[in-house]
């Protein structure tokens, strides 16, 4: 809301100017005063006299009255017209949808100046027929945003369901519909106030807008431009006018866009596209140091990773969501990180690639990763060139919504040829071979014409796979993969499995990292788990030791929860997860807890080893069955 | 394919009828008459019998929906009439003037997309910084700067101060080749600018919207070099629906650009339109709306065509 | 000043053409004076020879055609494609032709000219002078070379209508819009809305003439640009040159202006509306406004006054004593307000149009002046052709309007001021001024200079009385050139429109 303040301000200027007007000290807009006509400024006239010697400065002020009344006015009528059509045409869909936006859109064939030539010389100049000429020509527009946005939201579950109660059509559109479609339309308005400001003196200029005496900044434009040799000024005020207005209302616009849809622009847009660094790195510990006895992770080995939120200025700057992270991976384990949504998992392994959203940030932690040379290498404090080195290459990651994730508009082949070309000095040719080759490696059948589609041709288990072989193309070291199964249905989720599983048997020394929130999948999958909550590991150990006798009360809620044969969703487990603003001060999960005691609540438990391979965050560990 | 293009022809058919029939009946409601404009010229008292028999003589005074009718069936046969003017085919003298506009159009079409989206694409990426603000600064500007001060301007500076081009006009290309191109950048560069702030502030828009999807992060976790991602991944994606609309901004352009061709003394269709009204030329106006909205119905097809091929999820079916 | 300095450059290469055709053929005479390029304010809307289609139209007109008579650079009339006219005393007028050609090399003949005043007069025929031409009732050719014009009642101005760019003469046959003629130059290419291509027709009557080798003509429709484009030395000479422009043309030592203050602006008014049916209103209306200020604010000063009917101060029939009869004077004009019963003024729409500047700007200075006496003026600005239809149907109370008449006769005052003649947006709308119109007649049949004058001087007192129309400002007429270019003349007063007749004498370089 505070990025408004600067545009809506000057706009509140503008407007007070305007309505203000009549009051103002001005000299009368219509008051010629010939023999002074093309007088440069003076203390009388501030910004000097125009070519009938009127005060430019007052005519101004009264030219914006006209263009700003005109542009507002048709931008609003417009709208209301345009956004009952676009509802209507988008709700009903058939015939509706023909007289209401298709018939709008027949004024889109017509130039718009003809339009505006017709209207204006059917009514007469002036301000009414130009408003309705505008109307005309904008109608369509916003018949278009708001039909498109309507048939978004006409497809939502929840519209769908008051259609099925029985709702009445038009209170579905008035109270439902369009709340939703207002942040597109918003935005349209502001557009087409800013264009309409520039057609009004386009139309002027032409003799079609306004009726002098009264001033508009397309008249004066129109007056200036032929005495540009006697007095340039004169079309400079009305075009700095002109354009200054419009810069507001672009910048109005702009921000509108930002405030409306949160999610559209990035604080200091992708960061990871600049080469310098921005952020400088908090000072970490030495990675040889991290090396522990009780974790003889010899692949990876994360310590301390916290992540906090960075947006300057922004609500809930510096929260942390994922606080103190350790974890170890050998070469050839597979860890399972399992946790709710908001745990952090997803956060942690992002983390260890670099790819977390600009608006994350890491502030404290080490990610000790051995390269293939052998070399020691702190993830965390690598720039994005250091990880671009080792991304897809020596580490790979598997998304979630493989759907999302591969690029449309490419053919899978492509995308998969990009990542060999991108780490390996071979011909483009063997590459296309070798993409074949692993899409028939990974399960897809007739591989040689499926590199050939598109990602959407692709069932949603093949798409899965491709993406699969693309994360392991260069044979990596390191497979992150983020929750790869949880957007399949139960069959293929085993076929994925397996095919994982496949995968590792072929590569024993890859070390895999598998995010998921499904413990049958962990026990299938997985030699370790680590377990996480509001962005803490509260439990690690091996598969089977934890399963048998979980150490934290938490993993035994999230085994309780698991009903017989598969399970999907985590949902027994009474209570949420505390947002990361709002942590208590002792235990994170003692909210939730039936095992909690008034220590729980003091302070928050350090880790503790019942056995040599197993951790928790949990002072009752040992009563916890 | 084929039946949707058949669908769609079919479609434009009935809407090019519509605003035939429009600009037909609205031309009638229009106050002003062809035979007194033409034979009031010069400010001259015409005579009411030579006016009289010049409104005959064009069938000016046949019931209307007898014009409309001869009107129409002169159109189904592939003839848009004569102008009321001087007897000049109407259809010749489109065929003359419509490629002169469409090569504006189409000139400052290239130049704002070599200009606008490099410089969308910066802008998104530096969101927030100075270049961010610079950009959108200009863009703003050139938006808001009318064409025909921008117009003035330029033939102030180029051609009469440092003489540089013709101070407008036209001249064919098969005459004097250099001469035509230098005449056409004055117009094209000029309506390029408005398109290329339109182009400018999409492409920005989209490269934000598509910088946050899943498949640039992917792109990212392959190891890609930045060039290729913003190439092949962002740009490529980002240019679907800048292009898109683009290609409907150039359908507004056509007939829409008097005021450049006024400025710049360009003899392309949107002047022909003007003079056309401004004369009450009625088989004129209809035959260049006629030949306009099928253009604008046809851009729009190729809009279409073209979205479907650069963006494989859509399927051209209806 | 201007007019001599050009006129006198016009005796100086007029005779060094001369010279040449002595020295050599055509040929060279075309290699050394080249193609003038000449900016015009639009394209002609068509070739109708006899139509009235403006004053683009009849620039070109005026390239490519001839009428029996015409005008000198000097503003007199004289014989074109006549050698000779008189007029007998029982007003029948005779023509001599002399050995003309068609642009086809066939000679021009009486019976090509009796075909012209016949075809211009028929019913359907939509020339100009198709009303005038009902009152030539007979046209004999006696031989092949002589064509007597018979009138109804003897009539003084007849030559003036076959002086006229709207009455050029074409070959017996052809079509209206041929753009076959008998003058200095041939159509050759046009590029409609462009440009139009002219070469010299070398089997032209004056010998020697045309100099130019031809003429292309190039659109500019925007004043600006016009003389953008002369500045650029894209074109040669242009013409309409706008009045904020002439200041720096004439400061610029490549260019020269040749401007006449020949135009001039006018309010009529619609005598079905009251108050307008009053005479005392319109004459109140006449003293309300200061002309002066519509001239600067309007024409930037290139101008002048116009405080009675537009009788130039050069013409023989002016009147010293009447040229004021309109003067500004606003207690007069609320003195007069009061006694038509109106002291505190009125609301009223004035016709104007957006599309030319100098109307809108005379009437917004209108508006100004009229609000001081208390009528309230609302301006009615719709686009030209808008305009013309509402001024002919009379849907306004009180219009601007700028014309030129048809020649410096005063009998040009006719199209003005006659009430007797069909409605038009020219004259005011409604208003029967049977005093005026038999004056008028009067003038049209009297032949004597002396009693002539007598006559108008009576015309213009009553209408001064009657305010017809109120006379605001002379608006100067201008063409630029290059100074390079010699031979070209604007020629006086409301001739400025048929100036283009003397580019058969212009010469470049």
Not at chain 1, 171 to 187: D, E, F, H, S
Not at chain 2, 109 to 115: H, K, P
Not at chain 3, 369 to 389: C, F, H, K
Request: with cysteine; hydrophobic share 45%.
């Amino acid at each position: 809301m505070r990025k408004l303040i600067l545009p809506v301000s000057i706009l509140a200027v503008i407007l007070a100017l305007v309505v203000l007007a009549p009051v103002l000290p001005l000299a009368d807009e219509r008051a010629m005063d010939i023999p002074h006509r093309f007088a440069g400024p003076s203390m009388a006239h501030w910004l000097g006299q125009d070519e009938f010697g009127r005060d430019v400065l007052t005519r101004l002020i009264y030219g914006a009255r006209a263009s700003l009344s005109i542009a507002i006015g048709s931008a609003l009528a417009a709208a209301l017209i345009g956004t009952a059509l676009g509802l209507l045409g988008g709700y009903f869909r058939g015939i509706v949808e023909l007289f209401t936006v298709r018939a709008a859109e027949i004024i889109l064939c017509l130039p718009p100046l003809l339009l505006a030539l017709l209207v204006v010389t059917i009514f007469g100049a002036g301000f009414w027929p130009l408003i309705l000429a505008l109307t005309l020509l904008y109608t369509p527009n916003y018949a278009r945003v708001v039909y498109a946005a309507t048939l978004q939201v006409r497809a939502l579950d929840f519209v769908t369901a008051q259609r099925a109660l029985g709702t009445h059509p038009l209170k579905i559109v008035l109270r439902t519909m369009l709340p939703n479609v207002l942040p597109p339309l918003v935005v349209q308005i502001s557009l087409v106030i800013a264009s309409a400001i520039v057609i009004e003196s386009g139309l002027s200029f032409l003799g079609l807008g306004v009726v002098p005496p009264t001033p508009s900044w397309g008249l004066m434009i129109r007056a200036a431009r032929g005495a540009m040799e006697q007095a340039p000024l004169l079309l400079l005020w009305p075009s700095v006018a002109l354009a200054g207005t419009i810069l507001t209302f672009n910048l109005l616009c702009d921000r509108l866009q930002s405030v409306l849809d949160p999610r559209a622009v990035p604080a200091g847009g992708a960061i990871w596209l600049r080469r310098r660094r921005t952020t400088p790195i908090a000072p970490r510990i030495a990675p040889d140091q991290v090396e522990r006895d009780h974790a003889p992770a010899d692949l990876l080995s994360v310590a301390g990773l916290t992540i906090s939120l960075d947006r300057p200025g922004g609500i809930g700057s510096g929260m942390e969501l994922v606080r103190g992270v350790n974890l170890g991976l050998r070469t050839g384990e597979t860890l399972a990180l399992v946790g709710e949504s908001g745990s952090g998992k997803t956060l942690t392994s992002l983390a260890v690639t670099g790819l977390l959203p600009d608006v994350l940030k890491i502030t404290a932690g080490t990610a000790a990763y051995r390269r293939r040379d052998g070399e020691l290498r702190d993830l965390i404090a690598e720039d994005e060139d250091g990880h671009r080195q080792l991304r897809g290459d020596e580490i790979s990651m598997v998304f979630q919504d493989a759907s999302a994730a591969l690029n449309p508009v490419h053919r899978i082949g492509e995308q998969l040829t990009e990542v060999i070309l991108a780490h390996r000095a071979i011909g483009r040719a063997a590459a296309k071979r070798e993409a074949v080759a692993l899409l028939g490696r990974v399960g897809i059948p007739d591989a040689e014409r499926r590199a050939r589609a598109y990602p959407h041709e692709l069932s949603g288990g093949q798409r899965q796979r491709a993406m699969i072989a693309i994360a392991v193309a260069n044979r990596p070291k390191l497979l992150l993969a983020d929750e790869p199964t949880t957007a399949l249905d139960p069959t293929i989720q085993a076929q994925i499995l397996a095919l994982i599983a496949d995968l590792k048997r072929e590569s024993p020394e890859m070390g895999v990292v598998f995010v998921t929130h499904n413990l049958a999948v962990v026990a299938e999958i997985a030699d370790r788990v680590c377990v996480m909550y509001a962005g803490q590991v509260v439990e690690e150990g091996p598969v089977a030791k934890v399963f048998a006798r979980p150490r934290h009360p938490y993993t035994v809620a999230l085994i309780g929860s698991v009903p017989e044969g598969d399970a999907e969703r985590l949902v027994a487990i009474p209570g949420a997860i505390p947002a990361p603003g709002h942590m208590p001060p002792g235990c994170s999960f003692a909210p939730r807890c039936d095992h909690a005691v008034a220590a729980c609540r003091k302070a928050p438990p350090p880790e503790f080893w019942p056995e040599p391979d197993r951790r928790t965050r949990c002072l009752r560990f040992e009563e916890v069955t | 394919m084929l039946r949707y293009i058949t669908y769609r022809s079919l479609v434009a058919v009935f809407l090019v009828w519509i605003v035939v029939t429009l600009v037909f009946l609205l031309l009638h409601l229009v106050p002003g008459d062809p035979a007194e404009v033409l034979l009031s010229q010069g400010s001259t008292a015409a005579d009411p019998q030579a006016v009289a028999n010049l409104r005959d003589r064009l069938g000016l005074n046949d019931p209307l929906w007898l014009q409309y009718a001869h009107h129409i069936g002169g159109i189904l046969t592939g003839d848009l009439g004569t102008s009321f003017r001087d007897g000049a085919p109407v259809a010749g003298q489109i065929v003359q003037r419509l490629p002169r506009t469409l090569e504006v159009i189409v000139t400052a079409a290239l130049i704002a997309v070599l200009l606008g989206v490099p410089a969308g694409t910066l802008a998104a990426i530096r969101a927030g910084g100075w270049i961010d603000n610079v950009i959108s600064f200009l863009s703003s500007l050139a938006l808001s700067t009318p064409v025909f001060v921008v117009g003035s301007v330029v033939i102030l500076i180029f051609a009469q101060e440092l003489r540089l081009v013709p101070a407008g006009g036209y001249v064919p290309f098969a005459v004097d080749p250099a001469r035509h191109i230098l005449l056409l950048l004055m117009p094209a560069g000029t309506v390029a600018l408005a398109l290329w702030a339109v182009v400018a502030r999409m492409s920005r828009g989209s490269v934000l919207d598509v910088l946050e999807r899943d498949y640039v992060r992917t792109a990212r976790a392959k190891g890609l070099k930045r060039r290729r991602i913003l190439k092949r991944h962002v740009v490529r994606n980002a240019m679907i629906p800048v292009l898109t609309v683009l290609g409907l901004e150039m359908g507004t352009l056509i007939g829409g650009t008097v005021l450049v061709e006024f400025v710049f003394n360009w003899p392309g269709l949107s002047g022909y339109l003007v003079s056309a009204v401004d004369a009450r030329d009625y088989p004129e106006v209809v035959g260049i709306v006629m030949v306009i909205s099928i253009l604008f119905v046809l851009l729009n097809l190729v809009v279409d065509i073209v979205y479907a091929v650069l963006d494989p999820r859509i399927s051209l079916t209806r | 000043m201007t007019m001599r300095l050009t006129r006198r450059s016009f005796l100086a290469t007029s005779a060094a053409g001369a010279a040449l055709t002595f020295v050599g053929p055509k040929a060279l005479r075309a290699a050394t004076n080249g193609t003038l390029r000449f900016g015009l304010s639009a394209y002609p809307p068509s070739f109708d020879a006899w139509a009235s289609s403006g004053s683009a139209a009849g620039t070109i007109k005026l390239m490519m055609h001839r009428g029996l008579l015409g005008f000198g650079p000097d503003g007199k009339m004289r014989g074109e494609l006549a050698e000779s006219f008189s007029v007998d005393d029982d007003g029948v007028w005779t023509f001599k032709l002399r050995d003309a050609k068609w642009h086809d090399g066939s000679p021009v003949t009486a019976e090509d000219i009796a075909w012209n005043v016949a075809e211009a007069a028929k019913p359907d025929s939509t020339a100009y002078f198709r009303g005038e031409f009902q009152s030539i009732v007979k046209v004999e050719t006696p031989d092949d070379k002589t064509v007597r014009m018979i009138t109804k009642e003897p009539s003084a101005v007849l030559p003036g209508w076959f002086a006229h760019f709207n009455m050029p003469m074409i070959k017996k046959g052809e079509a209206p819009d041929t753009t076959m003629g008998a003058g200095p130059f041939k159509l050759e290419k046009t590029d409609r809305g462009v440009s139009l291509s002219l070469v010299a027709f070398d089997g032209y009557y004056k010998e020697g003439l045309p100099k130019l080798a031809g003429i292309q003509a190039i659109v500019y429709a925007d004043e600006n640009l016009r003389v953008a484009a002369l500045d650029a030395g894209d074109v040669d000479l242009i013409e309409y040159v706008p009045w904020q422009a002439m200041e720096q043309i004439e400061a610029n030592d490549q260019l020269a202006l040749d401007a006449v203050d020949g135009p001039f602006m006018y309010l009529t008014f619609n005598a079905e509306h009251p108050p307008f049916d009053d005479p005392k209103v319109r004459r109140a209306i006449a003293h309300a406004i200061k002309r002066e200020d519509i001239v600067a604010a309007a024409f930037y000063g290139r101008g002048g006054p116009l405080e009675h009917l537009p009788l130039a101060e050069g013409s023989e029939y002016y009147n010293a004593d009447l040229a004021h009869g309109w003067n500004y004077d606003p207690e007069k004009a609320k003195a007069l307000l009061a006694e038509a019963g109106h002291p505190d003024g009125f609301e009223c729409t004035m016709l104007a149009t957006s599309q030319y500047g100098m109307h809108q700007s005379t009437a917004e200075v209108c508006q100004a002046y009229l609000s001081m006496v208390g009528i309230n003026v609302r301006l009615d600005l719709p686009e030209w052709a808008t305009r013309v239809q509402k001024g002919n149907q009379g849907q306004y109370d009180m219009a601007v309007m700028g014309t030129t008449a048809s020649n410096n006769d005063p009998d040009g005052m006719t199209q003005l001021v006659d009430g007797s003649l069909p409605a038009s947006f020219v004259r005011s709308y409604g208003l029967k001024t049977p005093k005026l119109t038999e004056l008028l007649a009067k003038g049209r049949q009297t032949f004597d200079e002396a009693k002539r004058k007598a006559i108008y001087e009576e015309m213009e007192k009553q209408a001064i009385e009657e305010t017809p129309i109120v006379g605001l400002a002379w608006r100067s007429q201008g063409f630029a050139m290059k100074k390079t270019v010699s031979g070209f003349t604007n020629m006086p007063g409301q001739l400025c429109f048929y100036s283009p007749e003397t580019l058969e004498e212009t010469a470049l370089g």
